[in-house]
């Protein structure tokens, strides 16, 4: 009997390896992916804090719905940051704002909601 490996059980071992190299690099791919969506959400969303803060330091009869269009570093959001506001009552609104966006040709969007009060 000889000592060592025969060329079939090196070729297994060749084809398993590259299988395991396979899944892997499928993993790192959708993890790469993931990491994107989750930086335009997360982008989106500042967007969005960014403008109802803007709101909240306006003037409670100059808070009015509107829709902006703009970029931020390396994000465009489509059509929109749309500002929606209802007067609850005489001194309250509740305003909201969706920011909109296409990533690989999917339109997202995130939105923040929140009551002002006239005091």
Do not use: H, P
Not at 85 to 112: F, G, H, Y
């Amino acid at each position: 009997m000889t000592k060592g490996f025969t060329l079939i059980e090196l070729l297994i071992a060749i084809v398993l390896i590259v299988i395991g190299l396979v899944a892997l690099m499928g993993a790192m791919s959708t993890g790469i992916c993931a990491d994107a969506a989750l930086e335009y959400r997360l982008t989106a969303l500042n967007l969005a804090n960014e403008k109802m803060e803007e709101l909240k330091d306006t003037a409670f009869g100059s808070i009015i719905a509107g829709t902006e269009t703009g970029s931020a570093i390396g994000f465009d959001w489509v059509d929109d940051r749309i500002v929606t506001v209802s007067e609850v009552d005489t001194d309250l609104k509740d305003v909201q704002v969706e920011v909109r966006w296409t990533q690989k040709s999917i339109t997202q969007s995130v939105a923040v909601e929140t009551y002002i009060a006239d005091y």
